[in-house]
């Protein structure tokens, strides 16, 4: 029996990537608090995506629920997503021709089999060098996405380079979903 997903996200780049995979997946967003007092990238991924994926399991407690959440990391400092068109160049002038890491978590919860797990990858790139009129086209362009870029539009020419997992810089780990879909098909064969 193939077990069906609910993304707790309003993402339309990891909804592009689930269906590439060929999962299916009911779409909910989760509109979690997104606050944390947590300071390694790492950690923050990771309790935010499972509390993305909390909020909507506790709805739908009979169904496995994945939470994502993404955030790029430079120098020490952690660029989530731009408040406005100033704080979007500073993020983008800060990056501009210099590598950062960027952390994707994952979570999964299936209340009613008591699963709760969270991981996370992390994958590097690095921006191309771009004037300060590109910069500021670039700024109003992705105010919703980590780091004020989206390396996923093939017009989006910021991110020169990358090492790692491309799917993890777009914010949703394919290869720690399909594992939570090989745990969630063996839960239901158990039960």
Known sequence: MKTQ???A???ERRVKLLKRAGIKFRQISSNANEETRLKRPSAIVKEL???KALAVAKKYPNMPVIGAD??????????GKPKNIKEAVSMLKFQNGNWQTVYSGTALVWIDKNIYLKNY????CKARKLNPAELRYFASKHMDK?????IQDTDDVFIEKIKGRFDTIVGLPVNLIKK??????KAQREY
């Open 5 to 7: 997903l609910i993304l």
């Open 9 to 11: 996200s309003k993402s």
């Open 49 to 51: 995506s499972l509390r």
């Open 70 to 79: 993404t955030l790029v990391f430079r120098k020490g400092k952690i660029l």
């Open 121 to 124: 990858d992390m994958s590097k």
């Open 146 to 150: 980590a780091g004020g870029y989206a």
């Open 180 to 185: 939570y879909l090989r745990l969630c098909e």
